[in-house]
Nanobody, 115 residues
Framework: QVQLVESGGGLVQPGGSLRLSCAASGGIFSFNTMGWYRQAPGKERELVARITSGGITNYVDSVKDRFTISSDKAKKTVHLQMNSLKPEDTAVYYC?????????WGQGTQVTVSS
C-alpha cells in the first residue's frame, strides 16, 4: 500500500521560512509528478508547486520567487522550501504523487504563518 508521509509543518512568523518534506513508500517505484497542494479554511484545494520526474517545475503565481520544489527520484522524496512566508500561506499542505493513472495523497501538514 502506497503511503506518503509529510513532515516539516508548523508555526512561523511572517517573513520566516519552513521546509516541507514528503517520502513515498509501499510499492511505488517511480512517479510522473510529485507536488504540494494546500487548502485553507473555506477554500478549495489548490496546486502550490509540482515537479516532474524529469525535473520540470511549475508554481502557482502567488508563491513564485518564494517557494522552491525539489525531488530525489531514487528516494521518492519531494521537498518544498518556503521562504518569505505570508499569513495568506496559512493552510494544510498535502503531498501528492501521480504515477501512470494513479494519484496518491499524504495526510496533510499544517502550516501557520502568524505573529
Amino acid at each position: 500500500q502506497v503511503q506518503l508521509v509529510e513532515s516539516g509543518g508548523g508555526l512561523v512568523q511572517p517573513g520566516g521560512s519552513l521546509r516541507l518534506s514528503c517520502a513515498a513508500s509501499g510499492g511505488i517505484f517511480s512517479f510522473n509528478t510529485m507536488g504540494w497542494y494546500r487548502q485553507a479554511p473555506g477554500k478549495e484545494r489548490e496546486l502550490v508547486a509540482r515537479i516532474t520526474s524529469g525535473g520540470i517545475t511549475n508554481y502557482v503565481d502567488s508563491v513564485k520567487d518564494r517557494f522552491t520544489i525539489s525531488s530525489d527520484k531514487a528516494k521518492k522524496t519531494v521537498h518544498l522550501q518556503m521562504n518569505s512566508l505570508k499569513p495568506e500561506d496559512t493552510a494544510v499542505y498535502y503531498c501528492n504523487l501521480v504515477f501512470l493513472s494513479f494519484t496518491f495523497w499524504g495526510q496533510g501538514t499544517q502550516v501557520t504563518v502568524s505573529s
